[in-house]
Every structure is written in C-alpha cells, then in structure tokens.
C-alpha cells in the first residue's frame, strides 16, 4: 500500500500545478511532465486510483 503521506504530497503538488494550467502559466505538456516527476518522486504508481485526482 501507498504511503499516506506520499499520497498527500503528490496531491498537493498536482494541485498546484492544476492552478498554474489554469492560469495559463504553464501548458498541458508542462502538466503532463510535472505529473510524471511528482509521480516518480512520490512513488506513486502509474496504476495508483490516486494518480491524477487533484
């Protein structure tokens, strides 16, 4: 199982970078990128129900 607060971490990150999307600041690619990193640092899995749920 995930650790919790890995799961948190990820989550607030992803968050953050939804609002950048949002405001313009960074492009959908830029998204998908930090997603990626957030993922791999957070040791969230690709298949995680988490992954993606800001």
């Not at 298949?47 to 800001?54: A, E, G, K, L």
Request: net charge neutral.
């Amino acid at each position: 199982m995930e650790n919790y607060q890995n799961i948190l971490m990820y989550k607030l990150a992803m968050h953050m970078a939804e609002e950048m999307l949002k405001k313009g600041i960074i492009s959908s690619d830029e998204y998908d990128k930090i997603n990626d990193k957030m993922c791999e640092k957070f040791s969230i899995k690709i298949t995680s129900i988490y992954r993606n749920m800001t």
